[in-house]
């Protein structure tokens, strides 16, 4: 069973930086698509960023140029760097690893910026 935990969420206020990471158990890390995703209050929750396997990253376009991921498979661990946040970016910051079909996610992580 794969379980996600994420940490490094806060309280920042705008034009800051966060790094939040996400520590995944299990041997199939190497394998798996890794994703952050972020639900603010009533809204839905929508992609950040995504690595595949191979590294290749994907952004959706509000956080293009401030926010990058990685990853580190030897520490089962991948990373979302956010740069010069911006209020809008206040949400629920949750892990997601998609393996062969299946997604599994974190229990996600609050990040607030105060403008």
């Known amino acids: 069973q794969v379980q996600l935990v994420e940490s490094g969420g806060g309280l920042v206020q705008a034009g800051g930086s966060l790094r939040l990471s996400c520590a995944a158990s299990?041997?199939?890390?190497?394998?798996?698509?890794m994703g952050w995703y972020r639900q603010a209050p009533g809204k839905q929750r929508e992609l950040v960023a995504q690595?595949?396997?191979?590294?290749?990253?994907n952004y959706a376009d509000s956080v293009k140029g401030r926010f990058t991921i990685s990853r580190d498979n030897a520490k089962n661990t991948v990373y979302l760097q956010m740069n010069s946040l911006k209020p809008e970016d206040t949400a629920v910051y949750y892990c997601?690893?998609?393996?062969?079909?299946?997604?599994?996610w974190g229990q996600g992580t609050q990040v607030t910026v105060s403008s």
């Open positions: 690595i595949t396997r191979t590294s290749s990253t």
């Open positions: 997601n690893l998609y393996y062969y079909y299946r997604n599994y």
């Open positions: 299990g041997s199939i890390f190497s394998l798996s698509a």
